[in-house]
């Protein structure tokens, strides 16, 4: 028995293998390691290293089993090899040896081609700009990841969203009953501009009490390339106007947390309707924008 160690009964072990637009229904390959220093082996006995890797491997407890963390979770912090209590001990030997490896990035196949140090690999991963984005669809949950060309098909030929080109727009949307939603996410619009993508968003929800309508727009790519754009949206009617200009958000942002910062044209619902005309029971929202870039 391992030291503090206490015996499992049971272990299990797994693995990790112009237009109108009404409401939309809510809802390897291993990559090679490279040591720094060369680690050679002679003999059972004879094991030697020029950088020492040997010692930091030698092992003072008597069954010197070895797990990640994450792994140490899935097995119910008992050792499959042998059945014992793993403990709370960390592998400073192990960690060592992390620390001499140089790893490629894990999103190698999408464009990354960094090799970084084993922690500032973990590190550099959260951030890397290759890594995927997660579909900006916002009529229901949809699990989809990847590159904006594979998203742009996606979008187009699952959710069977709008494609347009260019870089003004005049949409109008539409809802009978407008007093009895509450939540609503209508149909999402892309525009090919500059040639990028951008996603126009239309939501209804309450902020606090007040019901309310949300025009906002988000750019398919990085936060740092969406800086070079801005936008203007506009709603208006009886000698009445609203107008919004900001930045396209990216799509690295969640449509609800862009939503929820109120980052775009805000309209309260009695405005909305008034702007609709006749006798504010249906809402007929005309919304006009551009896009442009910055110089």
């Known amino acids: 028995m391992a030291p503090g160690g206490s015996a499992c009964k049971e272990v299990v072990e797994s693995h990790s293998p112009v237009a109108d637009y009404d409401i939309a229904s809510t809802k390897t390959e291993s990559n ?22 040997y010692e930091l491997l030698e092992c003072p407890c008597p069954n010197g089993h070895t797990l990640c ?23 400073l030997a192990l960690e060592k040896v992390a620390e001499s490896l140089e790893l490629p990035c894990k999103f ?38 990847g ?19 260019g870089c003004t727009f005049n949409h109008r949307y539409v809802k009978s009953n407008p007093h009895e939603v509450e ?5 999402l619009t892309v525009f090919n501009c500059f040639g990028r993508q951008f996603c126009l968003h239309f939501e209804a929800f309450q902020l606090g009490m007040a019901p309310v309508y949300m025009a906002f727009l988000r750019f398919m790519g990085d936060d740092n390339e969406a800086k ?12 009445r106007k609203l107008i919004w200009q900001g930045i396209p958000r ?8 862009v939503r929820d910062s109120q980052d775009g044209l ?26 442009w870039k910055e110089e």
């Open 147 to 165: 590159d904006i060309p594979t998203l742009v098909a996606h979008l187009k030929d699952d959710h069977k969203v709008d494609m347009h080109d």
């Open 32 to 53: 090679p390691t490279t040591m720094k220093n060369a680690v050679s082996y002679v003999g059972k006995h004879g094991i030697h290293s020029n950088n020492g890797v």
């Open 266 to 291: 805000v309209i309260q619902r009695n405005l909305a309707l008034y702007f609709s005309g006749g006798d504010r029971q249906e809402l007929k929202l005309r919304v006009t924008g551009r896009i």
């Open 108 to 145: 190698q196949n999408l464009g990354c081609h960094d090799i970084f140090p084993y922690y500032s690999k973990l590190k550099h991963e959260q951030h890397c700009r290759f890594r995927p984005y997660n579909c900006p669809y916002a009529g229901s949950e949809c699990s989809v990841t």
């Open 183 to 187: 939540n609503a996410t209508w149909m």
């Open 250 to 257: 990216s799509i690295r942002d969640s449509h609800r947390k």
């Open 69 to 91: 963390s994450n792994c140490k979770i899935r097995v119910h912090n008992c050792c499959p090899t042998c059945r014992y209590d793993l403990g709370n001990i960390r592998c």
């Open 228 to 239: 070079k754009f801005s936008y203007s949206l506009e709603v208006g009617a009886n000698g």
